[in-house]
């Protein structure tokens, strides 16, 4: 006890007296920021390992408390390798977590590294009929489906994973592609503008705890991919029949069709739409 309060002594004595306007706002800052660092951690695998953190955290007090000299040693020596550690362990949610902030971060919005995105093409509406029609044709014979559909962020490591196909979208196609003991059925699609540019592809794999339990691989793979990149994906589920679709790792489950074409007809016209930028750009002259 003595030598915490000897830790809090020395802390208080060298802290600068006079708070400013400055020191409130980075207070805030980090307030926020731990705040969603915590709302981020909870809804991943890593909370698990927060939690023991926090139980070794707990000891270490104690042994200070204590003075348990040969467990101080320990955690002196192990501290040195556990960030590195740490840093290995979490690799794959502080991946996430870095595609997430820039792909939502409205600084690149304002000043864009990479102007070449919205120079391609982008998907109709009459992609958004097909894919609703085809969908729903599906869902009645419960024909599982899973349709990602390309925005500013590139699927290419996504297309690589399965046939490259390169056709022009159809109600038609999409049904065939996902009929049962097909060579493509199985896997996602990918839809890049108004066609269909590779089939079976390979999706990551939600880890969100807090999606329902009774959710299979298909519906954790079309929210992993929407975790991970800006696209939107169409899930028809072989089981009930019904359709869902995926957005910013968010499931909207049991949409009906007028719904469906609204949502993606936002997230269509949400692609099109203006930025806010440094200088002017020239209008595209199919207005997709």
Same mark, same amino acid.
């Given at each position: 006890?003595d030598?915490i ?18 020191d409130?706002?980075e ?47 320990i ?9 590195t550690?740490?840093?290995i362990?979490?690799q794959p ?8 902030l820039?792909?939502?971060s ?13 120079? =391609?093409?982008k998907? /109709? *509406?009459? &992609?958004?009929?097909?894919? @609703?029609?085809a969908?729903? $044709?599906l !869902? %009645? ?6 349709i990602?559909i390309?925005r500013?962020?590139p ?12 056709s ?7 049904i065939n592609i ?13 839809v ?8 079976t ?20 793979? =079309?929210?992993?991919? /929407? *975790?991970? &990149?800006?696209?939107?994906? @169409?899930?028809?589920?072989? $089981?009930? !029949? %019904?359709v869902?679709?995926?957005v910013?790792?968010?499931?909207i489950?049991?949409?009906d069709?007028d ?16 930025k806010?930028r ?8 199919n207005?997709?």
């Amino acid at each position: 006890m003595d030598t915490i309060r000897r830790f809090i002594t020395n802390y208080m004595s060298v802290m600068p007296v006079k708070v400013t306007v400055i020191d409130g706002i980075e207070i805030l800052l980090i307030a926020i920021a731990l705040y969603y660092v915590f709302l981020w951690v909870k809804s991943t695998r890593a909370w698990m390992l927060v939690k023991g953190l926090v139980v070794l955290i707990v000891v270490c007090l104690f042994a200070i408390i204590f003075d348990m000299k040969v467990i101080l040693w320990i955690f002196r020596n192990v501290l040195q390798v556990g960030i590195t550690a740490l840093i290995i362990v979490f690799q794959p949610e502080l991946r996430k977590a870095l595609e997430q902030l820039g792909r939502k971060s409205q600084f690149f919005s304002i000043i864009p590294f990479d102007d070449s995105r919205e120079k =391609g093409e982008k998907f /109709s *509406e009459y &992609t958004v009929n097909e894919i @609703v029609k085809a969908a729903f $044709e599906l !869902g %009645k014979t419960k024909t599982g489906a899973l349709i990602v559909i390309e925005r500013d962020i590139p699927l290419t490591e996504y297309e690589n994973t399965g046939i490259e196909l390169d056709s022009l979208i159809s109600s038609q196609l999409l049904i065939n592609i996902f009929e049962h003991n097909t060579p493509l059925h199985d896997g996602a699609i990918i839809v890049k503008g108004d066609r269909i540019t590779a089939a079976t592809c390979y999706l990551p794999l939600s880890d969100n705890m807090e999606l329902s339990k009774e959710l299979g691989t298909r519906h954790r793979a =079309g929210v992993g991919v /929407s *975790e991970a &990149t800006d696209s939107v994906t @169409v899930i028809v589920s072989e $089981e009930t !029949g %019904k359709v869902s679709i995926a957005v910013e790792g968010t499931l909207i489950r049991g949409v009906d069709g007028d719904l469906l074409k609204s949502k993606l007809e936002s997230y269509r016209k949400n692609t099109d739409g203006k930025k806010f930028r440094l200088w002017k750009k020239e209008k595209s002259i199919n207005g997709l």
